[in-house]
């Protein structure tokens, strides 16, 4: 069986068992079920409002409610929760490609009432033209810590084989204009060759310790290239954001 079929097969089952497992917390009034890929810290942080608090704040104050939403890189699903809760967008559509976090977030999803505001599919989406069907993904650690190239000299690296899906084809498949992207350094690839006419609004997570200041300037002109503001007042401690035209 590949992983994908294992990670599909495991939706219902993911479902029941966030609605059966303990609330640890509630974020941004999303219920927090209960889950290995949970560490002390993470549930703290949780509890507190300081997950993913740039990223988050900025979601909220940016998204519009009827937006149809692009989410790259779902991992725990509390991100994505919060905005289909609060921004009433018309839907989200969301990849993760750390197959032990689908059914994660999913089992969140289930426990919100939010299966249907959010597909999540377990995945890469690249924008490169010549994108392979499959790309290797390793997984570390905690498997929140997980990326495309593992740590140097880590012997707890594990690879799985992860599907690929073609922007291009994902702009027809699901015309989107938002974006939310937090996939770990790999946004300088995808911005670099994505077509973002119709997307109005790019939320980011950026990872200069991983590719440098020259990656940095790369991202940010690929979103000027595409006609995107960074938006000052929304902008920082890690997290871009960019509109189309003046902020």
Do not use: K
């Not at 495991?10 to 079920?33: D, K, L, N, R, S």
């Not at 599919?121 to 498997?143: C, K």
């Not at 996939?183 to 950026?206: K, M, N």
């Amino acid at each position: 069986m590949t992983v994908a079929a294992a990670v599909g097969g495991t939706a219902g089952a993911a479902a029941a068992a966030g609605a059966a497992a303990p609330m640890v917390a509630t974020y941004h009034g999303i219920e927090i079920p209960a889950g290995p890929h949970l560490t002390p810290g993470m549930i703290r942080a949780l509890q507190d409002g300081r997950f993913e608090a740039a990223e988050v704040g900025a979601a909220l104050a940016a998204v519009r409610p009827g937006d149809r939403v692009l989410e790259l890189g779902a991992g725990s699903g509390a991100v994505g929760a919060a905005v289909a809760r609060h921004s009433r967008t018309a839907a989200i559509l969301a990849f993760e490609p750390n197959p032990r976090l689908v059914p994660e977030a999913r089992a969140l999803y289930a426990r919100n009432g939010l299966e249907r505001a959010i597909t999540l599919r377990h995945g890469l989406v690249m924008a490169e033209p010549d994108a392979p069907a499959t790309v290797d993904f390793h997984l570390r650690g905690n498997f929140l810590g997980s990326g495309l190239t593992p740590r140097r000299g880590s012997a707890r690296a594990e690879t799985v084989e992860v599907p690929v899906t073609r922007y291009a084809d994902l702009r027809r498949e699901h015309p989107h204009n938002v974006i939310v992207m937090d996939i770990e350094g790999a946004e300088r690839d995808f911005l670099r060759h994505a077509d973002l006419s119709g997307v109005r609004l790019v939320l980011l997570e950026l990872h200069p310790r991983i590719y440098g200041r020259e990656g940095l300037r790369d991202c940010r002109r690929a979103l000027r290239r595409a006609g995107l503001v960074r938006d000052d007042a929304l902008s920082g401690r890690g997290v871009g954001v960019y509109r189309r035209g003046a902020a």
